[in-house]
């Protein structure tokens, strides 16, 4: 597993030259308190983004909840809640060391063939991780959107800087898209 | 690779659980840490063939029957691997002070050193002196900051003890 500067080191290491880009590092660590409250926007509402991105993926297809389908009964329901709770949990991990190879090693290695053998389908599971995505973006921009969210809105009240952390939303949603990618 | 931030990603994960604030209370100390850090390791590598040669000249000043022959630094060729020697253990303490960790150095330097030079019957005493010099040599504010300096000399002496 390797972290944002341990990553710059190994690379480094393959020239066995010394760690030449200190700027790009020094720029993690000012935005070091804005990371940090990123990855505490996404913990603190981990259970209510997985039960909605799981349900809303199955609004959009009901055939999912009916004999046959893949969330039913609850038991396969519950199996799926708790996958997209893990994938969360390892995207999360990869935004607080700032590189995805904790995400790679630990969780998307060998899922889509996992989830093949299983009979899991791909598009179903791609639509709950990109509804996630959205919702990561609007957690750590902390402007969850009063439509969508209705009475079930939460705003973690945090300071709100000009750009709404875009470089940390680029960075969660690049995790989200090697899910997405690695699935399908 | 250790440090702080992989150590906390994987005890969270052995749990199962997201990264609580306790978690990020350790990451963001060692974020606090690593200005100081950052300045000694962007200092080092602006200057790492000048340490590196006068902490070889030093260590080959201390134990010139080095240089008679069948010794370590007898020929050119030898010479050069020895500066080159020297100059490695500077980069992994680079790669240590950018991380935040001695993970570099234990695993890629340290990590069957002993072994490497029995077989090839080096002495370890030089690369204690180069190291040592290159210890007392650090001086703040003239090359880096005090903490700079603090976070650097660790290193040193990490590897120092290492050897010795």
């Not at chain 2, 040592?132 to 650090?138: E, K, L, P, T, V």
Request: glycine content about 6%; proline content about 3%; charged content about 20%.
């Amino acid at each position: 597993m390797l972290d944002a500067f341990s990553r710059a080191v190994v690379s480094a290491d393959t020239s066995t030259s010394t760690v030449t880009d200190i700027a790009a590092l020094k720029a993690f660590v000012a935005s070091g308190n804005r990371r940090l409250d990123a990855v505490n926007a996404i913990a603190s509402n981990a259970s209510c983004m997985v039960s909605d991105a799981v349900a809303g993926m199955i609004c959009e297809n009901q055939g999912l909840i009916q004999a046959g389908g893949n969330c039913y009964p609850n038991r396969r329901m519950a199996a799926c809640l708790r996958d997209a709770e893990i994938i969360l949990r390892y995207v999360t991990y990869a935004l607080l060391a700032g590189d995805a190879s904790v995400l790679d090693d630990r969780c998307l290695n060998g899922l889509k063939e996992t989830y093949a053998a299983l009979g899991v389908p791909t598009t179903s599971t791609v639509r709950a991780v990109q509804i996630m995505k959205a919702q990561a973006a609007a957690h750590i921009q902390d402007n969850p959107s009063e439509a969508f969210a209705g009475a079930k809105l939460r705003k973690m009240g945090t300071i709100v800087t000009e750009d709404r952390c875009a470089s940390l939303v680029a960075e969660a949603s690049s995790y989200f898209d090697r899910v997405i990618s690695a699935l399908s | 690779m250790k440090s702080v931030v992989t150590t906390v990603i994987a005890s969270a994960d052995a749990a199962g659980r997201f990264p609580s604030t306790s978690d990020l209370e350790s990451v963001q100390g060692s974020i606090q840490r690593a200005t100081a850090r950052l300045e000694a390791a962007e200092k080092l590598a602006s200057n790492l063939d000048a340490v590196a040669s006068e902490a070889y000249n030093a260590c080959i000043k201390k134990y010139p029957y080095l240089n008679n022959a069948g010794e370590a630094n007898s020929t050119d060729t030898f010479k050069s691997k020895c500066a080159r020697d020297i100059k490695h253990y500077l980069r992994l303490i680079q790669y240590s002070l950018v991380v935040g960790g001695t993970g570099p150095l234990d695993e890629w330097g340290i990590a069957g050193q002993r072994e490497v030079y029995r077989a090839l019957g080096l002495p370890t005493a030089p690369y204690v002196e180069a190291l040592s010099f290159a210890r007392n040599r650090g001086c703040a504010p003239r090359d880096m900051s005090a903490q700079a300096l603090t976070e650097y000399n660790a290193l040193l002496d990490y590897a120092i003890n290492s050897l010795s």
